[in-house]
């Protein structure tokens, strides 16, 4: 396993940047989750990392090494891509196998039968592993792409969106089993996602991409406390994070334009009137979707409230953000 | 454009069945003429209203494949009884076996010069259409759209070229000459149609083989060409079917060594007289390896001849 440092990457499709001075560094053991929206540049940098695409400016270094002149295979990478890409000709053991007897490990048959076993065991797929890989169901192919990767100790796993293709319940599990399983093996992971559960839930740390800029880097306890912009805030948090012009509640800092609430952010049996425009029960908590003053705001209330619509909740803000007009936080 | 998803009729499949049938029956009766004719006597291959019920034999066969001289009563007791079958069908007509006819080294030649140039073919235009699909080259749909305007005409329209060219290069008459001409020819149909499919290929699997720890070839070997075996086995018998058939260039350009066979089995007509049968049976046996080649690759073709029909 080894650190993985981003310094001032940066590169171009064409007209389109994709990645824009971005220096991080990715700590030895840790898993790291870039979110963003789509083109925000995440994938991106995986690729980069991975030495399938070549960054413009800017190096990356794996382990304190510079692998600007390395080949994929040379950077002892692992990569779970979104659209699994399992090799369609060949069964799930073979496909399991691949790395390994790559001319690179060359791993004698015995060593290679024993780890597909283990692979195949942690990700519940032992029973499939002489299926063709394309007679499989979407998750198991999945499970089958990650322990493609898992079969090798790489000095990196990179993992681009390798949930996105699941249904729900999957997902949750898959999202144990992979932080369980980088936990135990001590594994540096690069992760890319937009689905904001599994940067809380797995990551480490958290990088937030924008328009190819890491905003901010940090835990995603930091990042969802602290925010460094309206942008960064609303990528944490559910229900989001409410934004409203600073001085509907007055008390506003000087330069700050917009408000930042979150749920926790909103006392409620105090201060001003707001109507309850909906009432959303989701069994463990119930979402307030609130008019105040032509603006709506939606707020977390006691599972089981007595409001209803059209009913007057007081609600008054406690320790809110402050945004600038460009978005950056003021206080 | 849309498609029915219902069940059709009773009356369409009884049409659709018919059609299928009236159209096999087109194509098959010639195919089963020369079969049948090869068969024949010499007698019944001219007979006229033409004889469906005949009594079989394999004349036709025996002057395929040698050569013969019309004999004397005097040469006929020299040589004594006939020794094989053969010979005894050769007798039966006057004529004694001089030796074997030229026709097997014939078919030899379309063996080796139709499979040289359809693998030839194989091996440039699938490097030629990986380079295409996946790299990026200069000036690449111009250079694709010359390929392609190589076939915008006859080839044979720059025959006296090519066959100046040849005469230059000592390329006439030679194997290697015919495997390079039918591969040209092939070529740009096999870049295009190979591109098509290697294109459907999704760049991914390369790319996680090249992160498993493999080269940029091996990926291409152990990864592509698996996935592209399906048209490169379809694209394979559309070359060899051009190449085995050709005949204005082998006429042209081979006259001794390197003759294929369609232009040496015309000739069986002009040596020994209206020799039809023979001719049937040549043309017959011409017919076998493409035919085999076919129904060993046959599971390919079909989503060959459909391919770009379907688009995911």
Redesign the interface.
Known sequence: MAEVSLNALSKSYGEEIALDDVTMTVPDGSFVVLLGPTGAGKTTTLRMVSGLDKPDRGSVMIGGLDVASLTPAQRDVAMVFQQYSLYPHLTVRQNLAFPLKSPILRTPQNVVDQKVGEVAEVLQISHKLDNKATALSGGEMQRVSIGRALVRQPSVYLMDEPLSSLDAKLRSDLRVELKGIQANSGATLLYVTHDQIEAMTMATHVGVLDNGKLVQFGTPREIYENPVSVYAASRLGQPRINVLPADVFGGAPQNAVSIGLRPEHIVQGAGEDSMVKRVERLGDQTRLHLAFKNHDLITVTDAHTALNEGDIVKIRPNNPYYFDAAGARVA | MSFSVTEPTKGTKWFAGFLVVAYAIITLVPLLWIVATGFKSPADSIAYPPVVVFEPTLEGYVNLFTDRTRATDDMLAEAGPPETWYDEIARERGTIITGPSRYGERFLNSVIIGFGSTALCMILGTAAAYAFSRFRVPLKDDLLFFILSTRMMPPIAVAIPIFLMFRNLGLNDTHLGMILLYTAVNLSLSVWLLKGFIDEI?M??E?????????RF?AFYK?VL??AATGIASTAIFCLIFAWNEYAFAVLLTSGTAQTAPPFIPNIIGVNGKDWPAVAAGATIFLVPVMVFTVLLRKHLLRGITFGAVRK
């Open positions: 999704p991914e699997y790319e996680a083989a090249l992160i498993d720890g493999y080269t091996q990864v698996p996935q």
